[in-house]
């Protein structure tokens, strides 16, 4: 995956379907592929092993459960990602505050400029 592929392939961990459909509106207006939108902790560790994604947009808090656990799977195998984050950058764990992060609510332009800090950060860790 380089910066200058238009079309990024994205699992989306979301469980508030109205954002979850926002974030797909989104992302489809940008030109990239949705691969899967998932609300599950479970689910959602499994998604992330399995699929061929280039990029994730995680929701921190999914269902009362943390999602960092998603974000170290991420990190290891050189995903890049975004938080998603009704609390803001100031509610993550200090080990996750350099991860790019957008606060609900937020506005397309807001979650575009996260996904392009997201993949020039993981770009200079190559």
Not at 14 to 26: C, K
Not at 42 to 68: F, M
Not at 73 to 100: M, N, Q
Request: net charge negative; aromatic share 6%.
């Amino acid at each position: 995956m380089t910066l200058g592929q238009a079309s990024l392939k994205v699992l989306v961990i979301e469980d508030e379907a109205m954002v979850a459909m926002f974030v797909e509106d989104v992302l489809a207006s940008l030109g990239h592929e949705v691969l899967a939108i998932v609300g599950r902790l479970d689910r959602a560790t499994k998604l992330v092993t399995e699929l061929p994604i280039d990029i994730a947009i995680v929701d921190v808090n999914l269902k009362g459960e943390k999602s960092y656990s998603l974000a170290k799977i991420l990190e290891d195998r050189h995903i890049p990602f975004v938080f998603c984050t009704g609390y803001g950058s100031a509610g993550l764990d200090d080990k996750w505050k350099h991860t790019p992060t957008i606060s609900k609510p937020f506005q397309a332009h807001e979650l575009a400029a996260a996904i392009s800090r997201a993949m020039l950060s993981d770009a200079q860790l190559e």
